[in-house]
């Protein structure tokens, strides 16, 4: 895959997704959200790719949506805009494989709430997050309002989008941001550690997995766990179940075939 605002890897089931407009430290416009969507038509379809990483690069995450082309959009342009930002950043969060953000540096405004559509998030000790789209007089409105709440709950959501300042790793830890803080030269190595331990888990599980947690976040409880025990049973239909089992029972490690 080729694109101007996006490198794309990968190797032994990992594919690795680097945003990267270093000049304007990897500011999200159009043009990057449009090869998002893209590219993630691409890995959501290539077999090869079992669990996908999502990085900036050493130096930055992303530092939020083009200021630039912002500044002088109208009402029906930053409708359009935000649109094809939610598109994209739905097909991330509804990858039917996992998805890890590798946080290096600075993940502000629409860079936070990209991170947010992935299932992991790690990041090195430099890393600094912040929805500081208020002190520009708008609003967060790549899910900072409603992923963000949902992760880290409203209480901490608001304080974070009404002052818009930014915490350093340890509070994004804290808070559930994050699930884990590395040193730097480290964060690669984490990622593709905790990549390559998914990639060897049964994927229709893992799909399924993946499906009910979010699909529990947006119903009531009723409903999400009558779904949990539908898609449990459902499972019991896969040849991987019976691999997992019986590699259980027969002491060894299970094969999966993703079936
Ligand atoms: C466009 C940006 C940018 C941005 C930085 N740049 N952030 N361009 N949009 N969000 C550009 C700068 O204009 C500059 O270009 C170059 O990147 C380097 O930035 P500097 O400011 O010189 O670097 P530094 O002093 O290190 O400060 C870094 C920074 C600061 C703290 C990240 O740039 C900053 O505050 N940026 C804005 C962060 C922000 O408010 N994000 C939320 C955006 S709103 P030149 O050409 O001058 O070298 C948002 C909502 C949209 O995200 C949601 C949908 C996607």
Same mark, same amino acid.
């Given at each position: 895959?080729?694109?101007?605002?996006?490198?794309?890897? !990968?190797?032994?089931?990992? %594919?690795?997704?680097?945003?990267?407009?270093?000049?304007?430290?990897?500011?999200?416009? #159009?043009?990057?959200?449009?090869?998002?969507?893209?590219?993630?038509?691409?890995?959501?379809?290539?077999?090869?790719? =079992?669990?996908?990483? *999502?990085? %900036? #690069?050493? =130096?930055?995450?992303?530092?939020? @949506?083009?200021?630039?082309? $912002?500044? /002088?959009?109208?009402?029906?342009?930053?409708?359009?805009?935000?649109?094809?930002?939610?598109?994209?950043?739905?097909?991330?969060?509804?990858? &039917? !494989?996992?998805?890890?953000?590798? *946080?290096?540096? $600075?993940?502000?405004? /629409?860079?936070? &709430?990209?991170?947010?559509?992935?299932?992991?998030?790690?990041c090195s000790e430099n890393a600094t997050f912040?929805?500081?789209?208020?002190?520009? #007089? *708008?609003?967060?409105?790549? /899910?900072?309002?409603?992923?963000?709440?949902?992760?880290? @709950?409203? /209480?901490?959501? !608001?304080?974070?989008? $009404?002052? #818009?300042?930014p915490i350093d790793a340890d509070t994004a830890l804290r808070l559930g941001l994050v699930?884990k803080v590395v040193?730097?030269?480290?964060?690669?190595?984490?990622?593709?550690?905790?990549?390559? =331990?998914?990639?060897?888990?049964?994927? %229709?599980?893992?799909?399924?997995?993946?499906?009910? *947690?979010?699909? @529990? $976040?947006?119903?009531?409880?009723?409903?999400?766990?009558?779904?949990?025990?539908?898609?449990?049973?459902?499972?019991?239909?896969?040849?991987?179940? !019976?691999?997992?089992?019986?590699?259980?029972?027969?002491?060894?490690?299970?094969?999966?075939? %993703?079936?």
């Amino acid at each position: 895959m080729e694109f101007k605002t996006l490198l794309f890897e !990968k190797d032994a089931g990992i %594919g690795i997704l680097t945003l990267n407009r270093p000049k304007q430290l990897n500011a999200i416009n #159009g043009e990057m959200l449009t090869e998002l969507s893209n590219a993630m038509d691409n890995i959501a379809a290539d077999d090869e790719v =079992k669990v996908l990483i *999502i990085t %900036g #690069g050493e =130096k930055v995450f992303a530092a939020g @949506g083009d200021i630039a082309f $912002m500044s /002088g959009a109208d009402s029906l342009t930053a409708e359009s805009f935000i649109a094809l930002c939610h598109q994209a950043f739905d097909k991330v969060a509804n990858l &039917e !494989k996992p998805v890890i953000a590798a *946080i290096a540096g $600075m993940a502000l405004g /629409g860079g936070c &709430e990209l991170s947010l559509c992935c299932d992991i998030r790690i990041c090195s000790e430099n890393a600094t997050f912040a929805q500081p789209e208020i002190n520009l #007089g *708008i609003i967060p409105g790549a /899910g900072g309002t409603q992923r963000l709440a949902r992760l880290i @709950g409203p /209480g901490w959501c !608001k304080y974070l989008t $009404m002052l #818009g300042d930014p915490i350093d790793a340890d509070t994004a830890l804290r808070l559930g941001l994050v699930a884990k803080v590395v040193p730097p030269d480290q964060l690669m190595t984490e990622a593709k550690k905790i990549a390559a =331990k998914l990639a060897a888990k049964p994927p %229709g599980a893992l799909r399924v997995l993946k499906k009910a *947690i979010n699909y @529990g $976040m947006n119903v009531d409880l009723a409903s999400g766990l009558a779904f949990e025990q539908k898609v449990f049973a459902l499972l019991f239909s896969t040849q991987d179940q !019976k691999e997992g089992m019986k590699a259980f029972m027969e002491k060894r490690k299970p094969v999966y075939k %993703g079936r």
